[in-house]
């Protein structure tokens, strides 16, 4: 039973243009949420993240933002860059003393030249 | 810092035998983490440790994996017997309590696994 999702296997944007990647998740316990940017051949490393009680968080051309109520969150790029091409992954989290996230199956982003 | 090191980066073998997958987590981190990605599940937490104590092994398949601690910066995740499903890419991640980032993860490259 996935808990975090992403529907989006796949997403092409033309460089320059906004990039919007989305994430559902089920269990309303959780508090905290990541997103991981994946290179082939590398490990996924962190790019931003966002705790529930907040619904935006913003780091240069990235922003996150989370609706509680529908239990989704997505991931805006703007502007979308080539070098912003990769596998991105959403993550959830709830503490309980385990930092143990539940990820999504990724979106891979293609930002075309 | 070097970051998180795993060996080997790839990994072919037979179906049945052994296979030993190892990771150095970076130093001073006290949470390792390993990890299976495959195009239908993602990202799967197999199993995490804290100051080299298994916390959460319930993200283990089968009895046929094993993961092991012996020290602050040594882990291996063994496969015995391997089978042709087990073909996947092994991470493995560390974490600082109370680091920089609320729960950042650092990930190692992978090791990719491909059992015939």
């Known amino acids: 039973d996935q808990q975090v999702k992403q529907n989006s296997p796949s997403l092409s944007v033309q460089e320059g243009r906004i990039s919007i990647l989305n994430c559902d998740y089920t269990?309303?316990?959780?508090?905290?949420f990541l997103w991981y940017k994946k290179y082939p051949a590398e490990g996924p490393t962190f790019l931003i993240s966002?705790?529930?009680?907040?619904d935006k968080n913003e780091d240069g051309r990235f922003t996150v933002f989370l609706n509680k109520s529908a239990k989704h969150l997505s991931l805006h790029i703007v502007p979308s860059q080539p070098g912003d091409s990769a596998v991105y992954f959403c993550?959830?989290?709830?503490?309980?003393?385990?930092?143990?996230?539940?990820f999504g199956t990724g979106t891979r982003l293609k930002v075309l030249a | 810092d070097a970051g998180v090191i795993q060996s080997p980066r790839h990994e072919v073998t037979e179906m049945g035998q052994e296979v030993t997958l190892r990771c150095k987590p970076i130093?001073?981190?006290?949470?390792l983490f390993w990890y299976r990605q495959t195009m239908m599940r993602g990202l799967e937490l197999l199993i995490y440790?804290?100051?080299?104590?298994?916390?959460?092994d319930s993200g283990m398949p089968e009895d046929r994996f094993s993961a092991k601690m012996p020290n602050a910066s040594f882990s291996t995740l063994k496969i015995q017997p391997s089978e042709p499903r087990d073909s996947a890419v092994y991470f493995c991640?560390?974490?600082?309590?109370?680091?920089?980032?609320?729960?950042?993860?650092?990930f190692g490259p992978g090791t990719r696994l491909t059992v015939l």
């Open positions: 991640a560390s974490s600082l309590r109370g680091g920089t980032t609320y729960n950042e993860q650092f």
């Open positions: 966002i705790s529930s009680i907040k």
């Open positions: 993550a959830a989290s709830r503490y309980s003393g385990t930092y143990k996230y539940i």
């Open positions: 440790f804290n100051n080299n104590v298994p916390i959460d």
């Open positions: 269990n309303s316990m959780f508090d905290y």
């Open positions: 130093s001073g981190h006290d949470y």
